[in-house]
């Protein structure tokens, strides 16, 4: 009997016969329910587009696509019988994926089909994907790429890493000079031409309606209050020693950050945040709070003061604090808030915010800890899920292995875990060629 795979193992796929009993013509009942509309139109440019068969007429051969409104979400089941092929999404994002296993095993089978049942449904909720547009800009077009095989995988949230200290991609109205300025620098580390880009408006509404169309969220980061030197080479203001700041040539963790200490950066950012929150509707914003070293805090006076008002202890209270002002900030309009986790430490920010595991060197323990007290985490443990790290470090077998039972993280906080996501850091990835060999396999084996 030939062998499928479907990525990911489906809950439970059963073959029933040796031969086919459904092969693709140009003669196909496609029926269902009027939902379906867009999987059908999505199944028909597949098989225009692989197997160069273009659904003319209505014939023998049937697929049926249902939603029966039950189970759970994004489950589906997929039935191969004699000449027809049935489809039934628990919801709408469940036929998608019925879909997607669809077409991944018409592409194995050269379009015939032996008789088969497949039932499907998520581990996770979240199932992501990370592409860092901040390093090095890729086009609308590029990232409409990425967001078309993780449709294919199943993965539903797309996080677009806007800001570094390389670059800020994201034009906002009401801070022009970010982009302006801040999209562009003089060289980078594989050379000396410059590299600039960012997304306007328009185009990030592109990207988002695409993302949508495939049942993906795009959740936006703008990382603060480290890795900002292209903000700081607009808005020198932000730091806590303004002088003459130029975005970053090549890549490593900065000492110059945002300036806690003052209330107009505070404001300036809340401005910022509150312009992303309005472009991205899917009521998650990534704060980014990444490797955030404290020695400028340590001698600005502004930062002293708060931390002597605030009755604050070392510095990396002030870190807790600002992610502990802006979170709530964007909370109060709904949305959920996400943040890198570099480290722990007893009572570091609220437990409402939920952190994105990526740093081995945060105890197994102190997770669990976390979990337990009602912390939500997205889990990128680096040596699993970072993409950018070379093939010899994390093998193909390694990120699929992963399993956070093995990581020991299981606990009765365990359904605080949302999900995963694989990262696509791209301080060496300056092109669609080195991004795709970086990705692929790896992602779709997370
Ligand atoms: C990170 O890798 N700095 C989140
Ligand atoms: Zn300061």
Redesign the pocket.
Known sequence: MKAYSVIPEPVSFRIFSDSPVFTLTDALTLEGTDRAEGCFQELLSFIKDVFCVEVLSCGKEKIRMEISGEGASEGYSLKVERDRIILTGNDEKGLFYAVQTLKQLLFQSEGSLPAMEITDYPRFSVRGFMLDCGRYFFTVDAVKQFIDMMALHKLNEFHWHLSEDQGFRCQLEDKLLLTEIGSYRSHTNFNSIPHEGYYTKADMLDVINYAHSKYIKVIPEIDSPGHVMAMLAAYPELA?FPRDFSVSTFWGVKHDVL????ESTIDFMKEVYGELAEIFTDGVIHLGGDEVPTV??KS?P??QRLMKEKGMKDESDLHTDYLDTIGPFLQEKGIEVRMWNDRVKENMTDKSLTWQLWNGEMKKEEVVKELNSGRKFVLSCSDYFYLDLPYARTSLEKAYDFDYEAEGLTAKGEKNILGIEACLWTEFVPDMLTADKMTYPRLAAM
């Open positions: 806590c300036c806690i200490g003052k400028r805090w600005c502004d930062c």
